[in-house]
């Protein structure tokens, strides 16, 4: 098969996945959120954020780098190397995730007894069984995309959210379970997905499963050279996001976490419409050493996304109040949170376009010391902004947060790429060459875009 089929079946398969999956999961979100109070809601994100922070036992950010080095092993037909990575990334990851549950699952109930919350074991408990799946979930994920797989990529988690809406309907729509309805979709709809990829994994595991191992493969070294500063920035995030939640309910209860999850929802699938940074990742790596053109890129990009953003940012304006107030009446308190929340659409888009340039020159020890900047102005700002504004303080955390985090990568992307700066007076001026660097960009969307295309030739 060609580069350009396989390249384009990839894209029409992820497009295709994209929007059908946007589909079920508004369909979720929207039975949840209409089939729990604000107050359950609220709890129930309280509960997943402590799976979420527990979550980082497993290393986020690595399993890129092993499924990285499997698809190189494979290209040289190194079945062996293959199989070696495989298995000792399979046992760690195991290890970590039997680990996992047995902390969770038996520390829960006296935990949640110390906090004054024994009935929130119980919800632990359930779910901490999602740890004993993720060691499988991650192999048959690593399977298919290392084997080019993509229809079981990319569909791999639109099966899940089917099975995850079949359980919602049940538990919580017909038989009004509640957040313990909510729990058991979660768990069983990971268990049903993985159980129904087995033969599809079996059969890619075959390839190389019995293949001779030859040499020592070390693990730790993978880490160590691969991972430790993405690692590092994947910790720093999910505690600060995690931790928010929890600094929420101290100082305005439980009920204000499900309205700022509510909006924060809305103001990420809103940003999600900015898709530009994710374009980039590949772009960015062939101009490492064309400097100037890297800079005229960025300067374009920059441009072209703060331009994108006001406008879904008025659209956003126009459209939330009657959105919000239609089909999810119960949420309309947090409208005030959602309008501060938008201020902070052009600033977090137009630093997401950092993100790839400090992976292409691997940079990622200057993302992880961003972020954790970023965390240090969270835990500044929340606290008070909360106790002058009350809920809508909680969007103006967000926006010094976001500005704030956005200044710091823009300082040390100056140090990485001297040759990029740009002044606000210029933000919406292009010259002739930054035009001709947004045509670059904007190929390279419409070539993702046009996947379906390139596919059927």
């Known amino acids: 098969m060609s580069i350009i089929r396989v390249v384009g079946a990839g894209l029409m398969w992820n497009t295709s996945a994209v929007v059908l999956g946007k589909v079920l999961m508004f369909a979720n979100v929207f039975l949840v959120l209409t089939g729990l109070t604000v107050y359950e809601y609220g709890f129930s994100e309280l509960v997943l954020s402590i799976i979420a922070m527990a979550g980082v036992v497993f290393l986020p950010g690595l399993t890129a780098a092993i499924t990285a080095d499997m698809a190189v092993a494979r290209g040289r037909s190194d079945f062996g190397e293959m199989s070696r990575v495989f298995h000792q990334h399979f046992l760690f990851n195991l290890i970590l995730g039997v680990s996992a549950w047995a902390v969770l699952f038996f520390a829960a109930l006296p935990v949640a007894q110390f906090a004054g919350t024994p009935y929130a074991a119980q919800f632990l408990q359930i779910v901490s069984f999602t740890f004993l799946l993720s ?67 079996l059969s890619a595991y075959r390839e190389f499963s019995r293949a001779t191992v030859v040499g020592k493969y070390r693990f730790w070294d993978v880490l160590q050279a691969h991972r430790k500063w993405s690692v590092g920035a994947s910790y720093v995030g999910t505690i600060a996001q995690n931790a928010r939640l929890w600094i929420i309910k101290f100082f305005l209860g439980t009920e204000a976490v499900g309205l700022f999850s509510f909006a924060m929802g809305m103001f990420s699938h809103i940003s999600s419409l900015l898709p530009l940074a994710t374009v980039l990742a590949p772009v960015m790596p062939r101009y490492v050493d064309q400097r100037d053109q890297l800079a005229r890129i960025l300067r374009a990009s920059v441009k072209f996304q703060a331009a994108l953003g006001l406008f879904a940012l008025v659209m956003a304006f126009g459209l939330t109040v009657p959105f919000v107030s239609i089909l999810f009446p119960k949420y309309v308190d947090s409208i005030p949170l959602i309008f501060v929340f938008l201020l902070s659409i052009v600033p977090n888009s137009i630093g997401a376009l950092f993100i790839p340039v400090f992976a292409a020159y691997k940079q990622q020890q200057s993302l992880l010391f961003a972020n954790t900047f970023k965390a240090f102005l969270m835990a500044i700002f929340l606290p008070p902004s909360i106790l002058l504004f009350g809920l809508p303080g909680i969007g103006v955390e967000v926006f010094f947060t976001t500005v704030g985090n956005g200044i710091e990568r823009y300082r040390r992307l100056r140090r990485l790429l001297p040759e990029f700066s740009l002044l606000l007076s210029e933000l919406f001026r292009a010259d002739e060459r930054e035009k001709e660097a947004m045509r670059i960009v904007y190929a390279a969307a419409s070539k993702r875009l046009s996947g379906l295309l390139f596919w059927r030739r």
């Open 135 to 201: 060691p499988l979930r991650a192999a048959q994920q690593m399977l298919a995309s290392v084997m080019l797989r993509f229809l079981d990529q990319s569909f791999y988690s639109i099966v899940e959210e089917s099975f995850k809406l079949a359980f919602v309907v049940l538990f919580i729509v017909m038989w009004r379970w509640g957040i313990h309805g909510l729990m058991y979709a979660i768990f069983l709809s990971q268990l049903a997905v993985l159980l129904v990829y087995v033969p599809r994994s």
